[in-house]
């Protein structure tokens, strides 16, 4: 290895294995040398004949689990069943760390992490409290266990942990940003607002700031303020096509339909492809009583959502089924009873349950 012959290395492994297969420093050895020259497979029965030999074998269940995990890679969830049996192997290995290291820091997070991921939120509070105990300002604990605070409604707790964050990294937007989504849901609404002005002060083109901000005032039943802020986003060049369409459909719950056309059009040419920008354009010819607009709106939608299915893009399913549920409505309207007819017959074939 010195050298940097890797073949003769390796043959050298092989032959020192054949005088002694079962030592388990040796396949370790061996083993981070597969690894290095990316043989995963020999590297995986390689660990695999040392725990049957040796099953207690700490560093064996560590690499074998961050080796399952490896191969998932990082945007992994639990319904994707080809990696089901990939997770669970990774999960039974780290949890074998723990059998024999019941404080083993990288598995304790580790499996927070993966719980926080595939959705198992009381496992993942579980195992991260557990990591937190020796490592009560970890950054990674206590930003993931905010977050599974959040995901499991323990707003006073995610509060709690954000501000241990916010001591490591005074000067993070994110952790600020994280901080104001829980003062949200707490309903301490002035407290949320500071921190998007302050925000806004240091990134005043920042569309996500905008957006947040937005809603937070929605919540109050701002609608004016919300509708000025989207307004200042649009003259700082820091509107998005969802930004438009959100600050239209404040226009539309206002009654001020010129704008709200306006903005949503405006939004369908950024994102042509969006069906929620185009069917929010269609309730609103609909809201104002310009039926017949709304009708050709939705009937492309209509067709849009029947020739993408089956592709990436194609709507969901919920989406088409209320698409062709309001052109019935429409049609009925328009007293168009033939079309109407039509369309609720194609639905009841589309979804017959």
Known sequence: LA???TPAAGEQFKAALTHDPDNAGLILEYVRFLLQNQNLQEANQQLQHCLRKHP???EAHKILANLYMSTMGESFTDDQPQLKETLEKGIHHFEEVLRIDPKDADSLFSLGRIYLKTHRYEQSEAYLRRYLQDNPSAMDGNYYITVVYMELGKYEQALETVQLLQVERPDSLQIRMLKAEILQKLERYAQAE???QHALSLQ????DFYGNYARLLLQQKKNSDAAALLEQAK???AATADLLSLLGQIYRLQFTYDKAIANLKEAVVQ????ADIRYQLAMTYSQMGDTAKAIQVLQALVKDSAAAAGSAAAPNSRQRRLFL???AFLYVDAREYKNALETLQRFQKDYPG
């Open 56 to 58: 207690d074998t700490l």
């Open 235 to 237: 003259s700082r060049g």
């Open 204 to 207: 005043p083109n920042d569309p």
């Open 325 to 327: 549920l309001n052109l």
């Open 194 to 196: 500071e921190i998007f």
């Open 3 to 5: 050298d940097g012959d």
């Open 271 to 274: 994102e042509p492809g969006d």
